[in-house]
């Protein structure tokens, strides 16, 4: 069956460093989401991407964080400052259409900022 | 604002025992509402969807329920076992955007 991949699954660095977080959405899938959850709470939105543009972001998704399609099959997340408050779990997910269908998540990257 | 406010935060089952878990919340306009599980430093993994006009969908030992006018939805699992222990979070959609519950911890014990 497939399934969303994520690398790496956890990654370390030093505070104001730049990170790039990376997925693989499932083939097929035309949107797709990242989403971050600090350890111990609830699961917050980031971002939504479609068409090859963003469509919705939350009010976390600064100016320090951006999106990427490179390539057709990879989907990054971009992390240009680290702070130590984005240490967290942060996941990719997609979806093949419409509201009513279901989002696949992959299983994280475990983000430590030092 | 959109929230979702999941009760209990947690609770310790029996194996074989079935509980019940419930979500309310204020999102709006309502699109779907899903109960995720996640497990232990894994991606959640849906389990049931509902649209507004459904109020009852089971998935195996999985049964969720949507009030839509109380805007209430509860989530029962049957005859537990010890791999149901997890997190499970209720999400409700607006347009494109998801609402995540804080989630509630089921532990089962053998």
């Known amino acids: 069956e497939p399934e969303v991949t994520q690398t790496p699954s956890h990654q370390v660095t030093q505070m104001g460093q730049e990170v790039i977080l990376r997925c693989v959405p499932i083939?097929?899938?035309?949107?797709f989401y990242w989403y971050r959850q600090i350890l111990g709470q609830k699961v917050e939105f980031l971002v939504s991407?479609?068409?090859?543009?963003?469509?919705?972001k939350s009010e976390i998704f600064d100016d320090q964080f951006s999106v990427e399609r490179p390539d057709g099959s990879n989907f990054t997340l971009k992390i240009r400052s680290t702070k130590l408050e984005d240490s967290a779990m942060y996941f990719c997910a997609s979806m093949r259409s419409g509201s009513t269908d279901t989002q696949y998540f992959g299983p994280g990257t475990r983000l430590t900022v030092l | 604002k959109n929230q979702v406010e999941q009760s209990p935060q947690s609770l310790i089952i029996l194996e074989g025992k079935n509980c019940t878990l419930q979500c309310n919340y204020t999102v709006s306009p309502f699109s779907n509402l899903r109960w995720y599980k996640q497990d232990t430093g894994r991606g959640p993994v849906s389990l049931t969807i509902m649209t507004f006009s459904e109020n009852t969908k089971s998935n195996g030992r999985y049964t969720a329920t949507l009030d839509a006018d109380t805007k209430q939805s509860s989530l029962h699992i049957t005859a537990s076992q010890l791999s149901d222990s997890a997190s499970y979070i209720c999400?409700?959609?607006?347009?494109?955007?998801?609402?995540f519950g804080a989630g509630t911890t089921v532990t089962v014990r053998a």
């Open positions: 083939s097929n899938h035309l949107y």
């Open positions: 991407f479609y068409n090859n543009e963003i469509s919705e």
């Open positions: 999400v409700v959609r607006n347009d494109y955007k998801l609402s």
